[in-house]
């Protein structure tokens, strides 16, 4: 066979399996979307189903808190639910009315403050009020631990101290009442 053979058959395969290949994940996110496994912001992090990484933080205006805290207050009063945020963030702005009603419903919310400073972090909470029993300071270590991608993100801490439930980008109404007060009440 010759080359100019090869090379046609070669240019008229490799679509074919590409269209192919394209098919079937098309095929497979319909059919999860049609039973309610799929989530367009599960991006995936790796610390999902394994345990709280260690840290220890400073805190905000008040005492910081270590993991091993975080995980007894998860043991002792039920889940808890720890955002990361910055005073920075357009997002984290938008979500804070959202945080509020949950810590008016009684969610446990702690706070992970990214890369931030106490006096813009003051005027974040003045403007938009302070959701969380906890705020811990991160200089970016902790964030790496958790597998961050960027804020805010939201975990969920069960009572074995394991991560139970992550959300990447801002929680909104629908995240909430789909997504993460369904998985608190099945903790």
């Not at 080359?3 to 095929?27: D, H, K, Q, W």
């Not at 270590?141 to 990447?168: K, N, Q, Y």
Request: aromatic residues 10%.
């Amino acid at each position: 066979m010759s080359n100019e053979i090869m090379r046609r058959r070669l240019i008229t395969t490799v679509p074919l399996v590409a269209l192919g290949a394209g098919s079937i994940g098309f095929y497979t996110m319909l059919n999860r979307m049609e039973t309610g496994k799929f989530d367009p912001h599960d991006i995936g992090n790796p610390t999902v189903g394994k345990r709280l990484p260690d840290f220890s933080l400073p805190g905000f205006d008040g005492p910081g808190f270590t993991s091993a805290e975080l995980v007894a207050e998860a043991a002792k009063n039920g889940p808890v639910v720890l955002n990361f945020f910055a005073s920075w963030c357009i997002p984290c702005a938008n979500e804070a009315p959202v945080m509020l009603a949950l810590a008016k419903d009684n969610v446990r919310l702690w706070g992970i403050s990214y890369k931030d400073h106490p006096t813009p972090l003051r005027s974040f909470f003045a403007q938009g009020g302070n959701p969380f029993a906890r705020v811990g300071m991160d200089s970016g270590r902790t964030a790496i631990d958790f597998g961050l991608f960027g804020v805010p993100e939201t975990f969920i801490v069960d009572r074995h101290g394991m991560i139970a439930w992550h959300l990447a980008g801002p929680l909104d109404a629908d995240a909430v009442n789909q997504n993460l007060l369904p998985k608190l009440a099945s903790l």
